[in-house]
């Protein structure tokens, strides 16, 4: 998930769903507090206007937390990656893991409609539609033919999802995919209203036409400010929500953004609300809190573009890079220097070991100055360059990227002497720039689309739709595909040990540090579940009188 969408948040409650739901709400108790007479939500998570809430454009964590509360698919998934009932309310498969037949409930649109395995298979293969080039198509490769008809060498009807009946879905993948059940959660294989989208293309574009299955709808959408999100009265576990509104401003900078917290104009909000100066003052005094987030902040280089392209080049502005200064003198939320581009939080399945724990270290957190010279330099002559280009670093609209992006231009003025420039743009330009190839190199941001190291690796495998810095290597994508054709899950953490090993070398991407979940939330908020990986749920939050 284009996480930044991307990035982080408060802690709530880390267990089950279905039993988080029911614990933060005391089962129907308030056990919080008395329930004030006004529950209407207000939160800062959102800097602009999304690049959509319909589940086949949104590609970040801003479009991903307004998916979240408006859509819900075949599982929802607790903190371990471990799916449990949603709109399926139990699925079985066979001994190779290769054939999955869901079952649905009786559940509705919101506009009353019923929502149906059609919808499903409607949603799957409209994703993999080449005619709709979506972003996220590659998640549907596992399905039986899903990357040839993405790829116009297959037909519709030849893709492995399809509706038996009204309540049953017969999924068949290519491959035995471990993960393929909470993946069901991501936003890429939600279901959209098919005759609803038939009839209107534009359909996710306004708030009068929007139709969603989830706790909440969309009661209105003024672009470039605000949206506000009402309880779904067709939700199946509508008695549930007690929430009656959300109200999300887009809060364009975390000065502001923090004003309105303090003032009480905000009830909630994530790092886009708090400036990173006040990060280790606000830490201390518990007004905010930070712990480990499963993310990864790095820089991206455009490896179609000299002199980017050359591996000494992007290798030599990593090592000047001094991460350690980086998080305790700009970002200062407890995050860590980054050695790898998979993060912390992520388990071996086969050891129980951590995975940052099972390689060598990539990178050294002290810039190595000498070696980043001598590689700048052979790498320029081997593109029969005399000087380095003039280069430009881009980064979306935020004080934090800002500082970031600052200290940055500093450390490569510093340690390789090359001066760059740098340019910030508004959310929506800033993906269009990256996925179109038109820039040199930018920041970037990682949360895990589900919970398996292959959502860090296969975003860079050659046709990826995520993969910005336009990578190819044969031997990477020959041992993901390895360890994407296996459900041995030693095989396949090898296999992607040795992918990364490759990453880290060739560094298309070069990670800076791993993310804390920064967020504040008012002492009147319950109830909101908020999971490692970034997902936000305000399906059970509450407010009580204060």
Not at 124 to 147: H, I, S, T
Not at 271 to 282: A, E, F, G, M, Y
Not at 306 to 316: G, L
């Amino acid at each position: 998930m284009k996480k930044s969408k991307w990035m982080p948040r408060v802690v709530a409650v880390f267990t089950v769903l279905s039993m988080v739901f029911l614990a933060a709400c005391g089962g129907g108790s308030n056990a919080g507090g008395e329930l004030a007479d006004k529950q209407v939500l207000t939160i800062g998570n959102v800097a602009s206007e999304p690049p959509g809430v319909d589940p086949m454009k949104a590609q970040d964590s801003q479009s991903g937390l307004l998916v979240n509360q408006l859509m819900v698919g075949l599982v929802k998934v607790d903190k371990e990656g471990n799916p449990h009932p949603a709109l399926a309310t139990k699925w079985e498969s066979n001994k190779e893991q290769t054939e999955f037949t869901f079952h649905l409930r009786d559940a509705k649109w919101s506009n009353g409609d019923p929502v149906t395995a059609h919808d499903f298979e409607y949603a799957w293969k409209r994703m993999l539609d080449p005619k709709n080039a979506a972003v996220y198509a590659y998640q549907l490769f596992y399905l039986k033919n899903g990357e040839k008809y993405n790829a116009g060498k297959a037909k519709a009807e030849d893709v492995g999802v399809k509706a038996v009946d009204d309540k049953t879905l017969k999924v068949t993948l290519e491959r035995p995919t471990p993960y393929f059940v909470n993946l069901t959660n991501f936003y890429a294989l939600l279901p959209v209203p098919k005759k609803v989208v038939e009839k209107n293309k534009d359909w996710a574009t306004e708030a009068k036409s929007f139709v969603c299955n989830g706790p909440f709808k969309l009661k209105s959408w003024e672009h470039d400010s605000k949206m506000v999100l009402e309880k779904n009265p067709h939700y199946y576990d509508a008695k549930k929500v007690k929430l009656d509104e959300i109200n999300v401003p887009f809060v364009k900078d975390q000065q502001t953004g923090w004003q309105m917290y303090q003032a009480g104009e905000l009830d909630f909000g994530d790092k886009n609300i708090i400036p990173l100066d006040l990060v280790p003052s606000k830490l201390k005094s518990g007004e905010i809190t930070a712990p480990k987030q499963i993310a990864s902040y790095g820089v991206e280089f455009n490896t179609k573009k000299k002199p980017f392209n050359n591996k000494k080049v992007r290798q030599a502005f990593s090592l000047a890079i001094d991460r350690d200064s980086l998080v305790k003198n700009v970002t200062k939320g407890g995050q860590a220097p980054a050695n790898g581009w998979v993060p912390w939080g992520m388990y071996n399945p086969v050891t129980k070991n951590e995975w940052i724990k099972e390689h060598g270290k990539y990178i050294d957190p002290k810039p190595q100055v000498n070696e980043a010279k001598k590689l700048l330099q052979e790498g320029l002559k081997e593109e029969g360059l005399k000087e380095m280009p003039e280069v430009t670093y881009i980064y979306n609209t935020d004080d934090g990227h800002k500082k970031i992006a600052e200290a940055l231009q500093q450390m490569w003025k510093k340690n390789l002497g090359v001066d760059v420039k740098v340019n910030n743009m508004e959310w929506k330009v800033f993906l269009e720039k990256k996925h179109s190839g038109d820039f040199d190199f930018s920041r970037t941001g990682w949360l895990p689309d589900y919970n398996d190291p292959m959502t860090f690796l296969d975003m860079y495998q050659t046709g990826s739709g995520q993969n910005d810095p336009k990578f190819s290597n044969k031997k990477y994508d020959e041992l993901l595909n390895k360890a994407k054709n296996t459900g041995d899950q030693k095989v396949r953490f090898d296999a992607m040990h040795k992918a990364e090993d490759i990453l880290m070398d060739e560094l298309p991407v070069a990670p800076l540090y791993w993310y804390t979940d920064l967020s504040a939330q008012k002492d009147n908020v319950k109830g909101v579940v908020q999971l490692p990986d970034d997902n936000t749920y305000f399906e059970h939050a509450y407010i009580t009188e204060e």
